[in-house]
């Protein structure tokens, strides 16, 4: 188990700048997940952790050695890193058991290393199959067990999920999950999958404009974003004006409690607040809301509810995401919501909603 330190980092392709000041930090058996938009620069960060790339500016240290720095350079070999590519990239006319080994010195191959890791990775006894004998997400596991083998000091995984369908990504990515926790490997993760990032990783680096915009544990980084931008980014946002009084902040929802972590708003009335869409309440406008169970803040009225009409309804199975015209807003702007349950509604069906605070805020622009 190693740290990676990052401190100061810029790359360059000719004169497009990719990335443009980088700090992160990975604790030592953590898994750190990079998110980001397409040409963010994700992938590029990731080339550079492993050595495919040069730094332009800046350093990289894997434990105590900087492998990447003014007049220092460590090739990609020397570096113990395990790379699993976004295909697995196994090599077609070799069994399983010798894509694995096949790194590895002839004493760890003779040693039995190879089976031991495939039984790690829920693959014993598949040893002599080829790839193309095996499904989607045993070939990605195959390639986890490759780049675990050689006892790396870090693993780099670049969207290794990407080309598997929905059911395996979510099962692979959980098996995933539980290797890293049992090996205590240190890991970072590439991906443009906000709910992988979130559902996967103990801390979520946000890449935005060549830069780090956030990197924090996952529920503070979909619930206590550092600006609506990314909030917006980080899943889908109900952004609203609200005008700040002491801890409540009254929005078209009602007045609503302020997260205690939110930013310091100094003198700021006016503010943005974060709502997220299973944060709001809904119920179709001939059956009321229950009485809210949580208390109002000192001075703000309990809300009745805002009504509403719906303007377009999805369903996910897991969920349904509506997305409501209110009534009584001062602008064409819809709210989404999602529910678990409840109703099919149709286009035009009115409905009342209520928020849940408490509710992070931001002082406006």
Known sequence: ?????????????????????????????????????????????????????????????IGDSLVDGPGVYVAPERRRIGYVPQEGSLFPHLTVEANVGFGLAARDRRAGR????????????LGPRYPHQLSGGQQQRVALARALAIEPAVVLLDEPFASLDAHLRASVRA???????????????????????????????????????????????????VDPGLASFVGEANLLEGVLNGAVVKTLLGNLPLDPAAPALGTADQVTVLIRPEHIELAPADHPLAPNAL??????????????????????????????????????????????????????????????GPVFAWPRD
């Open 175 to 225: 098996d995933v999950q539980d290797i890293f926790r049992r090996a205590g490997t240190t890991a970072v993760l590439v991906t443009h999958d906000q709910d992988e990032a979130l559902s996967v990783a103990d801390r979520v680096a946000a890449l935005r404009d060549g830069t780090i915009a956030q990197y924090a544990a996952p529920e503070d980084l979909y619930c206590r974003p």
């Open 114 to 125: 190879a089976a031991s890791m495939l039984e790690m990775v829920g693959l014993a006894g």
């Open 295 to 356: 208390p109002a803040p000192d001075g703000a009225p309990t809300a009745d509810g805002l009504p509403g009409r719906v303007t377009s309804y999805g369903y996910h199975g897991h969920d349904a995401v509506l997305h409501v015209q209110p009534d009584r807003a001062p602008d064409d702007r819809t709210l989404v919501v999602r529910i678990i349950g409840g109703p099919h509604l149709p286009v035009g069906s009115p409905v009342t909603l209520r928020a849940r």
């Open 1 to 61: 188990m190693r740290q990676v330190a990052v401190i100061g980092l810029y790359k360059a392709f000719g004169t497009h700048p990719v990335l443009t000041g980088v700090d992160l930090e990975v604790p030592a058996g953590s898994l750190t997940a990079i998110l980001g938009p397409s040409g963010s620069g994700k992938t590029t960060l990731l080339r550079l952790l492993a050595g495919f790339e040069r730094a332009d500016v800046g350093t990289i240290s």
